[in-house]
């Protein structure tokens, strides 16, 4: 089985060994995501709502360069910092992936995460 690397401009450079995505067995499956500026690689911040904005485009550009979209997610795995921001995670995360058939989703709490975020995301698509 081949692997493609996706790697885009569209979302943030890595931060460590590991790629944007890999393409394999008719999946892309998605490195989680933070709130970074893929513009700036900077940190954007503010509450859990913006940051997962900011995260959700990330996955958006990642699944785009990968010949994918939200419409093809099949599992999300959220990491929040805070269970308390659950809630309005939530909600951010329902406006894009409403309707009929939302992804699978697990969602955990944990220690911490990257440059001091509140919200982490990762993913699994079909390829389109």
């Known amino acids: 089985m081949s692997k493609r690397v996706i ?6 450079k890595a931060i460590g060994p590991y ?6 067995g ?3 499956h998605c490195s989680g995501q933070i709130a970074l500026d893929p513009a700036t690689g900077e940190f954007v911040g503010g509450d859990v709502r913006a940051q997962t904005e900011r ?3 990330n996955l958006e550009g990642v699944l785009a360069a990968a010949g994918s979209s939200f419409a093809k ?3 999300c795995n959220v990491y929040l910092v805070d269970m308390a921001d659950f809630a309005a995670m939530n909600e951010v995360y329902g406006q894009r992936f409403s309707g009929d058939a ?3 989703r697990a969602t955990v709490a944990v220690a ?4 001091g975020a509140r ?3 990762d993913c699994l698509a079909l390829l389109d």
């Not at 790697?7 to 943030?12: E, G, K, L, R, Y």
């Not at 911490?112 to 440059?115: D, S, W």
Request: charged share 15%; aromatic share 4%.
């Open 55 to 57: 995260v959700l485009k």
């Open 73 to 75: 997610v099949v599992k």
């Open 112 to 115: 911490g995460l990257p440059r």
């Open 7 to 12: 790697a885009t401009p569209a979302a943030p």
């Open 119 to 121: 919200v982490e995301i």
């Open 26 to 28: 008719g999946f892309v």
């Open 19 to 24: 790629s944007q995505a890999i393409v394999a």
């Open 102 to 104: 939302p992804p699978a």
